[in-house]
């Protein structure tokens, strides 16, 4: 079992920046990937970063403003945020693989006012 609990959301005016942050707990350990989903109201959940091994990757809408980090040492995963615009609210998840078994944080509110 993976515990994952995101911190960071709030509202922010477009050009602004956040970091998101998410500390994952229980099985930590075995993580084989992690990264950030979002959703916005009436849209599918979407992948907006993830880290696999030493691999990462990014949604093509966020290349070049977000980028995704992870501290091995804390289990914690950061989406520093820069350039942020009114189509990036959305509530923002945290999401592990371990073992072929996926897991979801509850989520974070981003709202970026233009």
């Known amino acids: 079992q993976v515990q994952l609990v995101e911190s960071g959301g709030g509202l922010v005016q477009a050009g602004g920046s956040l970091r998101l942050s998410c500390a994952a707990s229980?099985?930590?350990?075995?993580?084989?990937?992690i990264g950030w989903y979002r959703q916005a109201p009436g849209k599918q959940r979407e992948l907006v970063a993830r880290i696999t091994g030493s691999n990462t990757n990014y949604a093509d809408s966020v290349k070049g403003r977000f980028t995704i980090s992870g501290d091995n040492a804390e289990n914690r995963v950061y989406l520093q945020m820069n350039s942020l615009r009114p189509e990036d609210t959305a509530v923002y998840y945290c999401h592990a693989i371990r073992m072929g078994m996926g897991y979801w944080g509850r989520g974070t509110q981003v709202t970026v006012s233009s």
């Open positions: 229980g099985s930590a350990s075995s993580i084989s990937a």
